[in-house]
C-alpha cells in the first residue's frame, strides 16, 4: 500500500485532531465574567490550553496533506484548474486560521504564570 493510498486518511486524523483539540480547552469562560475570573481560569487551566494549541496545530498540518491529495486528485481527474486552484487556497486559508487560533491557545496558556492578583494589576 503506497503513500497515495494513504494521505486521505490524513483528513479523517485531522477531524480527530481538531476535535480533541477543542475538547482540551474544556469550558471557557463567557464575554460577561470579570477579568479576574477569566484570569484565574486561564491560570488553572496552562496545561489545557497547550495541549488544545498543539493539537489544533498537528490538525492543520493533516489537513494540509489532505487537501494537496485531494487537489492532487482531481488534477489527475482532469478537473478544472481553478476549480483545484480554489480548493487549495480555501484549504490554505482554513489551515492559517487553524494555525493561528492554535497560537492563541498556546499563548493564553503560557500567560497563565504567576498569581491571579498580579496578573490582574497588569
Same mark, same amino acid.
Given at each position: 500500500m503506497g503513500i497515495r493510498r494513504l494521505?486521505?486518511? $490524513?483528513?479523517?486524523a485531522?477531524?480527530?485532531?481538531?476535535?480533541? =483539540?477543542?475538547?482540551?480547552? =474544556?469550558s471557557a469562560p463567557g464575554d460577561t465574567t470579570s477579568v479576574a475570573r477569566v484570569t484565574e481560569y486561564y491560570a488553572d487551566n496552562t496545561g489545557a490550553q497547550s495541549t488544545s494549541g498543539i493539537l489544533l496545530g498537528f490538525a492543520a498540518l493533516f489537513? &494540509?496533506?489532505?487537501?494537496? $491529495?485531494?487537489? /492532487?486528485?482531481?488534477?489527475?481527474?482532469?478537473?478544472?484548474?481553478? $476549480?483545484?486552484? &480554489?480548493? @487549495? @487556497? =480555501? /484549504? =490554505? @486559508?482554513f489551515a492559517v486560521g487553524l494555525a493561528t487560533y492554535a497560537g492563541v491557545a498556546i499563548a493564553m496558556g503560557d500567560v497563565g504564570g504567576g498569581s491571579t492578583e498580579a496578573r490582574c494589576r497588569r
Open positions: 494521505t486521505p486518511l $490524513s483528513g479523517v485531522a477531524v480527530v485532531l481538531v476535535v480533541a =483539540g477543542f475538547a482540551a480547552t =474544556g489537513f &494540509l496533506v489532505f487537501a494537496a $491529495s485531494l487537489v /492532487a486528485r482531481l488534477r489527475d481527474a482532469d478537473a478544472p484548474t481553478e $476549480s483545484t486552484s &480554489l480548493c @487549495l @487556497l =480555501g /484549504a =490554505g @486559508l
